[in-house]
């Protein structure tokens, strides 16, 4: 009954897929019962990874690849790694580096100050909008849900989402927020390496039900676009275990990008005097082929930058070296080792104990990184059979499967144990941090801290401030939120005691709440970055307004489809009227003649209209004044008219 249960649910949701929501490229897979294996997706363009990018222009919204293309021609409404700005604030030193290499505003939202949710300015149709981090994220997750959806010919409702295995509280809510926004049903919020260590089990057949039950012990060094995470996993029989983790959340190929470009800013000053940071297109060309030129020296020693007319008309051409690239970025490289070494401490596991490095992500590609990291294991051969873009993606569909009971003929009882990346507390009197879960604790986990003392003679409420990090003053941590016990007896500084409990969910999420021993005095918080995250009112707005962006963008498809036809027909007619001039009368060929340089004329001055039905109307209004006559003309016509037009007219002109 079970089973059939859940066969139900997928036909009325469809089937759960995996989003690896990247901070340069993304990745939706799912899970085939009838080929026992997962689908990673192509897109409409055959791409298997779709960019990250988001644009507005004065018509309409892009996604993906049309972003990316026209970013050089609209730099400043043109978005790309909003990863970096999900769950943060705008003071954050992370954020404000990245603002002066970004083309796109960023400004403080509404509460204003250093600890503002930061909002992404734009123009679009004609119109200034802001535009959160999660929203933007989300309209990346719902153009990977459309993806999923042309692929399978259904709709599609639920989703693991994977994130960096370092992301802190604010910003795993934030991503699955997103999501909600994108019209998702979150299943889970699992972590980029614990999915890739997936994908890893199944494709050496172990942890999954289809293959060995031996003990292994995998690192995962994951290095993308724009985060970087270490985790070692162990793998036994069902079991994947997350013994520790590490990494950099603002770390990736995008930092060595910028230093290329960095680089080749001053060589244009240097050679023509020109400064080109002044110039957001230029600087987003340059960008462009900063990121082509570091993709080339992963297989070729030197590669060539030429870019025409790059900045007031000046071309610009450079040879850049693998051995100049690696030594701008050396620094960054070796930064990449350091998280490997503490996992391996947190882990307790010595690196003979490792039995696979797998390399995830698309910046592993690059030779001194692998080079560096073998050096770090003495030689040992890295992990290279599965695909670092897409790894991650196949992991979270697996387990979306399996979380849905889609994954039949498998092992649908895989357990994920993952870990809190950070160690998470109560500042104290005196400013301190009271640890109440170290990092790398086996999550889900509900871990209580008993006998707390009040601080405050005779207070009649207790304030419980919670806070995620390794410092030892709370201050320097990052604050997650604070509730009150109210109510509370007044008693004498160091008297009354109370129980603090942390209880971290599957998806990472943390709430903590706080009693008042010996009274039945309890209150607690559901930690939602209160100051950043938004309400469940703004949440309904947003999805509200993704819906009507998102029928927005049909509209505009189906415009493009019907402009399209009445273009062809256009040419197809005026052609027709050049080769085949038997049968009718010269009267009838100038009304026709005129009828199509009118629609020609109407065509130019509506080209960027945006609605279908318009377009529609025009085609109907010409095939009605030309089919009949035009068809006449080719069956009396001259041998050049062929039969295949009128097929064509027939058959593949009607709206």
């Not at 400004?107 to 100050?113: K, S």
């Not at 399978?152 to 999501?179: C, E, H, M, W």
């Not at 050496?204 to 994951?222: A, E, H, M, Q, Y």
Request: proline content about 3%; glycine content about 8%; charged content about 25%.
């Amino acid at each position: 009954m079970e089973d059939i249960g859940r066969r139900a649910t997928e036909e009325e949701e469809g089937p759960a897929i995996g989003i690896d929501l990247g901070t340069t490229y993304s990745c939706v897979g799912v899970w085939r019962p009838q080929h026992d294996r997962v689908e990673i997706i192509a897109n409409d363009l055959g791409n298997r990874t779709t960019p990250s990018w988001v644009a507005f222009t004065n018509t309409q919204r892009l996604i993906g690849e049309s972003a990316q293309n026209q970013a050089a021609m609209n730099p400043s409404n043109t978005i790309f790694d909003v990863k970096r700005l999900i769950g943060r604030k705008i003071g954050d030193a992370a954020v404000q580096s990245d603002l002066n290499l970004w083309p796109f505003k960023v400004i403080a939202g509404p509460d204003g100050g250093n600890g503002a949710k930061p909002m992404i300015a734009v123009t679009y149709k004609g119109e200034d909008k802001q535009f959160s981090a999660e929203e933007i994220s989300s309209m990346v997750l719902q153009k990977m849900k459309t993806i999923a959806e042309a692929y399978l010919g259904k709709q599609v409702k639920n989703a693991v989402i994977t994130v960096p295995a370092y992301f802190n509280d604010a910003q795993r809510q934030s991503t699955k927020d997103a999501g909600v926004i994108a019209g998702l049903n979150v299943l889970r919020i699992i972590n980029e390496p614990t999915a890739a260590a997936i994908a890893y089990g199944l494709d050496k057949k172990v942890g999954t039900g289809i293959g060995d039950s031996g003990r292994k012990n995998i690192l995962v060094f994951d290095l993308g676009g724009g985060t970087f995470d270490v985790s070692i996993v162990t793998i036994e029989k069902d079991v994947f275990e997350v013994k520790a983790v590490n990494g950099d959340t603002h770390l990736g190929g995008g930092d060595f990008n910028n230093r290329m470009v960095s680089h080749f800013v001053a060589e244009f000053e240097r050679k023509h005097k020109k400064d080109i940071s002044t110039s957001p297109r230029a600087l987003g060309r340059l960008r462009a082929a900063c990121e082509r030129a570091k993709r080339n020296l992963s297989a070729a020693t030197e590669t060539s930058i030429d870019i025409e007319c790059l900045f007031e008309g000046i071309d610009f051409s450079s040879i850049i070296t693998r051995a100049r690239f690696e030594k701008m970025n050396l620094d960054l490289f070796k930064d990449c080792m350091d998280p490997v070494e503490k996992c391996l401490k947190d882990a307790k596991m010595m690196k003979s104990d490792i039995h696979d490095i797998v390399l995830v992500g698309g910046s592993t590609r690059i030779p001194k990184v692998e080079e560096l990291l073998q050096e770090l294991f003495n030689g040992k051969k890295l992990c290279k059979s599965i695909n670092p873009d897409e790894a991650v993606a196949y992991g979270a569909a697996f387990h979306a499967a399996s979380l849905t009971g889609a994954a039949f003929g498998l092992n649908n009882d895989v357990v994920l144990v993952d870990v809190a990346p950070l160690s998470l507390g109560i500042e104290t009197n005196g400013g301190d941090m009271s640890i109440v879960v170290p990092r790398n604790t086996p999550i889900p986990t509900k871990i209580t801290k008993k006998n707390y003392q009040n601080a405050v003679d005779y207070a009649t409420r207790c304030c419980f401030i919670v806070y995620e990090g390794e410092r030892p003053l709370a201050k320097y941590n990052h604050f997650l939120g604070e509730f009150f016990l109210n109510g509370i007896p007044p008693e004498p500084k160091g008297v009354a005691r109370y129980d603090v409990h942390f209880e971290i969910d599957t998806n990472g999420i943390l709430t903590v709440s706080a009693e008042l021993v010996g009274s039945k005095n309890k209150n607690q918080i559901t930690i939602t970055n209160h100051n950043g995250r938004p309400s469940k009112e703004e949440i309904d707005r947003m999805v509200k307004e993704a819906e009507v962006y998102k029928a927005q963008d049909e509209e505009l498809k189906k415009a493009s489809k019907a402009k399209n036809i009445l273009e062809n027909y256009i040419h197809y007619v005026r052609d027709t009227l050049r080769s085949c001039r038997k049968g009718v009368s010269v009267k009838k060929m100038i009304i026709l003649k005129d009828a199509v340089e009118k629609a020609e004329q109407w065509l130019e001055w509506n080209y960027l209209l945006g609605e279908a039905s318009k377009f529609e109307e025009k085609m109907k209004e010409l095939k009605t004044l030309c089919e009949s006559v035009i068809i006449k003309m080719q069956l009396q016509g001259s041998n050049t008219c062929v039969k295949s037009e009128i097929i064509y007219t027939l058959d593949n002109l009607h709206m």
